[in-house]
């Protein structure tokens, strides 16, 4: 059983920066293309980032462009990593790390099946 879990997140002031953190179980995350997702109140689930097994390609998504850094380290336990920058109010959601379908696969925004409880990031002006 796949089973991600999300850290890093809590209440900032607008311009403050934080960095999320993902750990997994069930699989060998090397293997597997990963990525960041947020969801605001009353909105739908919105791609922020994707980084693939390897770590060679990655792919933001619009609100993710030009302040937020997705990373990953295959030889720690930490799965996946988001640095965000120069935090928005407009920023405040839940954050979710995911994990792909299918190994060895190209990066597909489409192909994450695997989500945590995510965590909140609270940003105030």
């Known amino acids: 059983q796949v089973q991600l879990r999300e850290s890093g997140g809590g209440s900032v002031q607008a311009g403050d920066s934080l960095r999320l953190s993902c750990v997994g179980s069930?699989?060998?995350?090397?293997?597997?293309?990963m990525g960041w997702f947020r969801q605001a109140p009353g909105k739908e689930r919105e791609f922020l980032a994707g980084?693939?097994?390897?770590?060679?390609?990655?792919?933001y998504g619009g609100s993710g462009k030009g302040r937020f850094i997705i990373s990953r380290d295959n030889t720690k336990d930490t799965v996946v990593e988001l640095e965000m920058k120069n935090l928005q109010p407009e920023d405040t959601a839940v954050y979710f790390c995911?994990?792909?379908?299918?190994?060895?696969?190209?990066?597909?925004?489409?192909?994450?099946?695997?989500w945590g409880q995510g965590t909140q990031v609270i940003v105030s002006s």
């Open positions: 995911a994990c792909a379908r299918t190994s060895w696969a190209a990066l597909d925004v489409d192909e994450f099946a695997y």
């Open positions: 980084i693939s097994w390897n770590g060679r390609t990655t792919r």
């Open positions: 069930g699989r060998t995350f090397n293997n597997y293309n």
